[in-house]
């Protein structure tokens, strides 16, 4: 957020300058950072470490086969399911996921769902209808409904990219959720996400390439819990 703030970079400095203790999310965002203040938060007088942002694993757990079938009757869901969720900006890819279900063959075709919303609502929609994509849009969903829709999904994936800007998503929280959910995740090699690789349930693909995004999603359904 501090980069895309007019002097930006000077607010950096002196919130290291004023010895504040600064926790980020991911290496790759302290990388930023200390580019965006021109030196290591501590070689300006900050201490830093990196600590992944917490979350409720009393919600996001393994379901046993009982419960994960018992959210899938509850929600509605037969067929294989692929599942997103984040605002509905550009930096999450989400029109790339669209195009990449769009690919797959429709006797295989999954559905696709997305939980959140933002200003691409009406044109993921378009895409979808264009590509054949059953999308569901689900709007913004509490913690608790977010974690019965991983209980009950079969894939979730994370096509986040990173912007002409640089900018690139940090680590997103909803990546662990989704993985300590016991859920199938793809997500794209971008920001922060590379550190988690050789995480079990995990596969990292190249951001923006439809191709590869179709595959990966083909082949993790195939192996769909």
């Not at 980069?3 to 004023?18: H, K, N, T």
């Not at 030196?39 to 419960?67: I, K, N, Y």
């Not at 264009?130 to 894939?155: F, I, K, N, S, Y």
Request: overall charge positive.
């Amino acid at each position: 957020m501090l980069a895309r703030l007019p002097w930006g970079d000077s607010m950096a400095r002196v919130l290291c300058r004023g010895r504040a203790e600064l926790v980020f999310a991911s290496a790759s965002l302290r990388d930023g950072f200390s580019a965006l203040a021109g030196a290591s938060p501590e070689s300006l007088g900050a201490r830093s470490r990196v600590e992944a942002a917490p979350f409720d694993r009393s919600l996001f757990h393994v379901s046993t086969d009982g419960e994960r079938q018992c959210a899938r009757a509850e929600l509605g869901l037969v067929g294989p399911t692929v599942l997103a969720a984040g605002r509905l900006v550009p930096i999450k890819g989400y029109d790339v996921l669209v195009a990449a279900v769009g690919r797959i063959p429709s006797s295989s075709r999954p559905a696709l769902l997305i939980a959140g919303e933002g200003p691409e609502n009406l044109r993921l929609g378009r895409a979808a209808r264009a590509a054949g994509v059953h999308l569901r849009l689900l709007g913004p969903l509490g913690q608790r409904a977010l974690a019965e829709w991983m209980a009950a999904a079969d894939l979730f994936v994370h096509p986040c990219r990173t912007l002409t800007s640089g900018r690139s998503e940090g680590m997103p929280l909803v990546v662990r959720e989704a993985l300590a959910s016991g859920l199938p995740t793809i997500a794209s090699a971008s920001g922060g996400l590379v550190e988690l690789r050789g995480t079990d349930g995990l596969t990292l693909v190249k951001a923006d390439d439809v191709a590869v995004l179709a595959a990966a999603i083909e082949s993790a359904l195939s192996l769909a819990r």
